[in-house]
DNA sequence: TCAAAAGTGTTATCCTTACACCCATGT
DNA sequence: ACATGGGTGTAAGGATAACACTTTTGA
């Protein structure tokens, strides 16, 4: 998996050149141009379940080249993506920018850069194109839905990955293995923490179980007892879902986001259950609501929702105002005042 | 959230296609193909001084054309910074990636993507490179410290603002700009907010206080009673650079990044005005110590400081492990147990 | 001796967590 | 009647903010 390293790359000039001279900023290189690729991950909940707007039924995330007719990324994004799936994008924010390399194409090697952007919808179904549709999350990642506790996929997982960490070579690194997949996968009576889906993830590609990072090697086989590891996506397409799914769980706790994903009014109960779809937990209902009543996200409306199985509930309306207003979460420095 | 359906469908596909067919993703575009630009805004802080890594003399940020010898955006970031300035890099982040329309070249008009990144280190003078320099953040942005209270250019600042909300053409577009600048800088009783960075700088832009946004407009003569709005810088470096604070002073709150400005071991005084710098606040001494220690961010070691002006202070050390521990920062969602 | 900074303690308040319980409706 | 979810109250514990104060050095 191309991670991004950190280790400092040795080629160092070293020249003498006086202030007049111009260091070359931005002159136009002798080296081959770029394509670069837009990547729309367009999120929505539906029926409690998080879901991904997908082409191709399921196997790729919406994408295209950006184009000199496009004003500017944002622009190119949301063209492409009411392009290929008719559906028009609400808030938008950029996610990640990686280059592959030298992804071969039929002229020859190019390198492509790809710009990744998260979208936050709400599911409409009107006229779609075909093999555009929205699936769950938790298709790509079963290990990630914890609201009914630990999924049961979890058990054959950290089997495997325990297997893989008794492949490696030294005692040391078996039991850095170990430390690592515990870690991340909250075994060994660590806690699970939510966000972590793209350590993860890249843990599962680096110990073999993902079929993406089987691809190109020929013809090899399937592990014995790999447990199943959900469905593929094409090239990185599933790594960037991923970016994708940890960077919303994480902004939800500190930013107002979730009511891009909710129609104008809802219930406290739809509210929580989005939430809770994206965190893949489960939350705890008096306190929840205290929260959007302290933090005075929301304010009651005059509807009444019927359709709850129920007692009626009041449906809310998202305070706007507190996007200008202050404290963006909480202030962790203890200012001085005066 | 639409509760129409009650059944959790898991896919919602509309359309045939088969699994054969393709989307055309990624096909080889026929428009211009694209320079890759990166650009660093490296950071220290020396002297209580956050500072930035800049060449021609506190011009422009190092910066070049991705190329294809570089293995990885990153790799090329690093080799850049190092090629032009002499300075390794340590801990290292994207920040943003945008795309200028149309900058025009000698060989006619190409579209730049400017991918930029934010690097964190220690201040190292040995064998700068000519033009080479640490610059403070304030020389470009002095209405950002607010260290010794609103600082003294503000008013001016303010004053200018009012006026430009008063030239707008009717009542309420005067009273919407009015509310934005007072929003933005904690004008009219409202508070500071140091975070906002970005949204002052592009406010001062718009209001045309800023010199980068009279570029191009010919001789355009500076306004009467403008206020100095610290130094400018090549093409939009500046703005990168407000982009870069902006993330800085969010993230020193959730995340341990503070330690890769700091030396191995250091006081809290010290630790406390790296924050301070960075931030542009005054801190209240006991309750920041009070955060470390609670958050075990922090431990003692044997060395004791006697340079302190008063007295000898002992030397902490960051703890690495809090990185792999738990937490990251305040959970705020009331999860259930059990 | 004094300035300057290190370092300790205490209090009131607020936020978070965890329980316990009642209310209103559709079936 | 009862299951289901809506909605309220309250108490314990921990974190935060704001003070007040002592200690230790160098100059």
């Given amino acids: 998996m191309k991670t991004e390293e950190s280790k400092p790359v040795d080629r160092v000039t070293v020249g003498v050149m006086g202030r007049g001279d111009k260091i070359k900023r931005n002159a136009p290189s002798a080296t081959v141009p770029f394509d670069a690729e837009l990547i729309a991950v367009v999120a ?11 082409l191709e039924t ?19 994004v949301r063209s492409w993506v009411e392009r290929q799936t008719h559906h028009p994008l609400g808030h938008i924010e950029q ?3 990686f280059a592959d390399r030298d992804r071969l194409e039929s002229s020859g090697p190019r390198r492509v850069i790809s710009v990744s952007y998260l979208a936050l919808t709400l599911e409409s179904r009107r006229d779609p194109a075909p093999g555009v549709g929205w699936w769950s999350w938790y298709r790509y990642f079963p290990w990630e839905d914890h609201r ?3 999924p049961p996929i979890l058990g054959p997982i950290l089997g495997a990955l325990e297997r893989w960490a008794m492949e490696a070579p030294g005692v040391p690194e078996r039991r850095e293995r170990r430390r690592r997949y515990r870690h991340a996968f909250g075994a060994g009576g660590q806690a699970w923490n939510e966000e972590w889906v793209l350590q993860r993830y890249e843990l599962l590609y680096e110990a073999g179980l993902i079929a993406e990072s089987r691809r190109g090697m020929e013809e090899m086989e399937q592990e014995r007892d790999a447990p199943p590891t959900g469905e593929a996506m094409v090239q990185d397409h599933r790594r960037i879902l ?3 799914i940890a960077r919303l769980r994480a902004k939800i706790k500190y930013r107002p986001v979730v009511f891009e994903l909710l129609p104008a009014t809802f219930t406290y109960l739809e509210l929580q259950q989005a939430v809770e779809a994206i965190a893949g937990l489960r939350l705890h209902k008096q306190n929840f609501r205290r ?13 009444i929702e019927h359709q709850t199985g129920g007692r009626p509930a ?11 207003e202050q404290a963006p979460g909480g202030a962790r420095l203890p200012q001085v005042r005066g």
């Fill in 44 to 54: 929505a909940v539906t029926a409690r379940m998080p879901r991904v707007l997908t």
């Fill in 58 to 76: 399921g196997n790729s995330l919406p994408s295209g080249p950006f184009e000199s007719a496009h004003r500017s990324l944002q622009a190119g």
């Fill in 95 to 97: 996610l990640y920018t």
């Fill in 148 to 150: 009914q506790g630990p």
């Fill in 242 to 244: 991923a970016t994708a």
């Fill in 291 to 303: 929260l959007m009543v302290q933090q005075k996200l929301v304010e009651p409306t005059e509807a």
């Fill in 314 to 324: 009041r449906r809310y309306r998202f305070r706007r105002e507190v996007l200008m």
